[in-house]
């Protein structure tokens, strides 16, 4: 089990590019993958993107892909989410996510642990 806390959410213009960061801490030995996910008030949790730790290998969702690049450091314990050009539908509350090797996608919310969200917030 990982702790994780998000930072770097805030108020951005649509275009204007916004790092979100993830800070791990706790034992990583298991840990296989790490991920962003958002949520809407009202609407459902949906991914984002997905990291493996060890190896680097990156997973989007189409509606971010060209636009989001995910990125980690296991050296430092963080997980980061550059966000390019956002627009106005990319304003969510956004959970890293973390969890070890599973038979689930990593597209899929089966993640062992989440941190507490942090809100971002796209203005046109």
């Known amino acids: 089990q990982v702790h994780l806390s998000e930072s770097g959410g805030g108020l951005v213009q649509a275009g204007e590019r916004l790092v979100l960061t993830c800070t791990v801490s706790?034992?990583?030995?298991?840990?296989?993958?790490m991920a962003w996910f958002r949520q809407i008030l009202g609407q459902e949790r949906e991914f984002v993107s997905a990291?493996?730790?060890?190896?680097?290998?990156?997973f989007y969702a189409d509606s971010v892909r060209g636009r989001f690049f995910i990125s980690r450091d296991p050296s430092a314990g963080t997980m980061s989410l550059q966000m390019n050009n956002p627009i106005v539908q990319d304003t969510a509350v956004y959970y890293c996510?973390?969890?070890?090797?599973?038979?689930?996608?990593?597209?899929?919310?089966?993640?062992?642990?989440w941190g507490q969200g942090t809100q971002v917030t796209v203005s046109s």
């Open positions: 990291i493996t730790w060890i190896n680097g290998k990156t």
């Open positions: 996510a973390a969890r070890g090797t599973r038979l689930e996608a990593l597209w899929d919310d089966a993640y062992d642990d």
């Open positions: 706790g034992n990583t030995v298991k840990m296989y993958a």
